[in-house]
């Protein structure tokens, strides 16, 4: 009787794992003894070793580059949006077409095998999948009989301030001058050579492409001078972009902190005109090859406490008027608006705006070398003043 009792519980046990091995009976892994679980195949990678050592992150240079955390006293201040143009002479429009929808995620690319020698330019790897938007881009000079635009309760006359002289001291040695990017990834029409894989509407990482390489171009054209000017290449606005005021103002009191003699701090930014289907570009009717139209933004202490912010503003207008000397139309009409965008952590602080999303970076950077071109005697003259 045991033996038979035996025979049959056998019996069940290899019915059981016939079924099992078969696929007939199905098994969870919570029923499984826990050495006998294997990761997903697409997990096995990211596995932890046998030693329990942690697998390495590459992260992107963007992260590394931006502060990790904003000042918990520091405001939020985003940019003022540009309205429509005040005056606008209408050049022929020409249309950029391309493909539409969400960019892929940047990808690394390998360097062309027959590359000539690598030069600052050239060294770039060539973007495989770049990014063309599809909208129509319009050709604008943007004027007005007033050099300023005033969207404050102040008076102030633009055109006195544009006749005085730059009212700055520039130190003997250190940096003289700082030129930071609050929104770091703004870029422009691409054209060219000058393409690049998106991560938003007119925004990239790649720093040779977006208004990094526009302030390294303003900084090569002062120095040409003999200043001595520092260059934030920190993408501020990336990952995120809210907060990325709070940021670049860490950035700047640190510097500040550092080389307290710092006379002029540039947020150099690029603008933005249009809609979804059509966007301007700003570019001086009066000068050869095209160059993107600049403007400056200047805070107030409407909102905010901002002691010296007529001195920011009189120094702006100022050195647009010695643009519009050398380069009539190079520069748009300042905007004096209620916020502060960082101004107010030093006197000297400007925030410029370097063409707009249907420029090209060639535009902007020939923009940039002009305005360093007028204004570059008068700032070297103003050191050690």
């Not at 985003?78 to 002479?89: D, F, G, K």
């Not at 990336?238 to 670049?248: E, I, L």
Request: net charge negative; charged share 15%.
């Amino acid at each position: 009787m045991k033996f038979k009792a035996f025979t049959v519980v056998l019996l069940g046990v290899c019915f059981v794992l016939l079924g099992v091995l078969s696929g007939v009976i199905p098994v969870r892994e919570a029923d499984m003894p826990a050495a006998a679980i294997l990761p997903r195949t697409a997990d096995r990678d990211a596995a932890p070793s046998p030693s329990g050592a942690v697998p390495a992150v590459t992260l992107p240079a963007a992260a590394v580059l931006a502060p990790t955390a904003a000042p918990s006293a520091a405001p939020t201040e985003e940019p003022a949006v540009s309205s429509a143009p005040e005056a606008v002479t209408a050049a022929p429009s020409h249309a950029h077409t391309g493909g539409v929808g969400t960019p892929p995620a940047p990808e690394p690319t390998e360097a062309p095998t027959a590359a000539p020698t690598p030069t600052a330019e050239s060294a770039r790897p060539a973007v495989e999948d770049p990014w063309s938007p599809d909208v129509e881009v319009v050709s604008t000079t943007i004027t007005s009989s007033s050099p300023l635009r005033n969207e404050t309760g102040y008076t102030v006359d633009g055109s006195a301030l544009m006749a005085k002289p730059p009212a700055v001291t520039l130190p003997e040695s250190g940096y003289q001058i700082l030129i930071i990017h609050t929104h770091g990834t703004e870029a422009y029409t691409p054209d060219g050579e000058d393409q690049y894989q998106a991560v938003g509407d007119f925004r990239t990482t790649d720093t040779a492409c977006n208004v990094v390489r526009v302030g390294r171009a303003l900084a090569d054209a002062l120095e040409s001078y003999g200043l001595r000017v520092l260059v934030d290449e920190g993408l501020y606005d990336y990952p995120s972009y809210n907060g990325s005021y709070a940021r670049s103002a860490e950035a700047i009191q640190s510097y500040l902190a550092e080389d307290p003699g710092i006379g002029m701090v540039i947020d150099l930014h690029r603008d933005a005109l249009g809609d979804d289907e059509m966007i301007y570009k700003t570019v001086s009717d009066q000068v050869q090859p095209d160059a993107a139209q600049i403007m400056f933004v200047m805070g107030s202490d409407t909102n905010l406490s901002y002691p010296h912010w007529e001195d920011n503003l009189s120094l702006a207008m100022s050195l647009q008027g010695l643009v519009e000397q050398r380069y009539p139309h190079l520069m748009r009409p300042t905007i004096l608006c209620q916020y502060r965008y960082n101004q107010q952590m030093t006197a000297g602080s400007l925030l410029m705006e370097v063409g707009t999303t249907g420029n090209t970076l060639q535009e902007a950077i020939t923009a940039v070398e002009l305005f360093a071109d007028a204004v570059g005697p008068a700032l070297a003259a103003r050191v050690g003043a």
